[in-house]
């Protein structure tokens, strides 16, 4: 499931024709032509390439055409036309296709995003297109977990109480992909039809990048999802 510079993730979707990789810490990815190297190093079509502009919002685009959409953190291609991409360094990538229309779709979901329902958002954004909720399988990528990411009481407020406990700093630990999942499961998603990618970013540090840990300067991840 390990490349030597990225994962890659396309046999959980149990499709021979789809590619689902996430870059490492052995790959060197930064903006646009980060987005471009990695979707050629994995052998997509980079003038297929559609990625977000990340603001950390709630905003999932509906894409027809490849290229950078600005205010969004998410994208998704009914039918699959275009190869999808978003980067993260701690943030969750939503791995998400339809098998039977060849839709697919990668989704930036950081803390903010889902305080801001970006993942019910992006649901609501499928059924708008008239895909069948069923038929959608979704992989939740590497990414900070409960054992390193914790806030302060002056934003606890916003998160969702059944997934955050106080910890021994005197601090609250949340688990952002249970979080996630129970999100997608509330929006329809059935349960066994969503992947976990246990791995904490921020503790693997030989493996990722994280912005908790190593703050601006911290590096980036691509993630990628496209059919051959």
Known sequence: MTQNK???????????????AFSNRNFSVAGKSGHISFVSAVGLDPDKLAFPKQIHSGHVEIVYHPGIFSNTDGVISPGGSFNCSVQVADC???????????TVGLVHAG???LVLKILPNTINSILQIGESLSDFTIVIGPSI???????????????DPTFYM???KNRFSVDLQKWAVQQLVDSGIIRSRIFLIDKCTFCN???YHSYRRNGPKAGRMIAIIGWR
């Not at 969750?92 to 060849?102: A, G, H, I, Y």
């Not at 977990?145 to 998160?159: G, H, K, L, S």
């Open 145 to 159: 977990q409960a054992c390193c990411f914790e806030v302060r009481n002056d934003i606890i407020d916003q998160f």
């Open 6 to 20: 990225w994962d890659d993730y396309s046999s959980i979707f149990n499709h021979d024709d789809l590619t689902v």
């Open 111 to 113: 803390w903010r995003g």
């Open 205 to 207: 540090q030989n493996e």
């Open 92 to 102: 969750l990538p939503v791995f998400l296709t339809n098998p039977k229309s060849r």
């Open 166 to 168: 106080k910890n021994s």
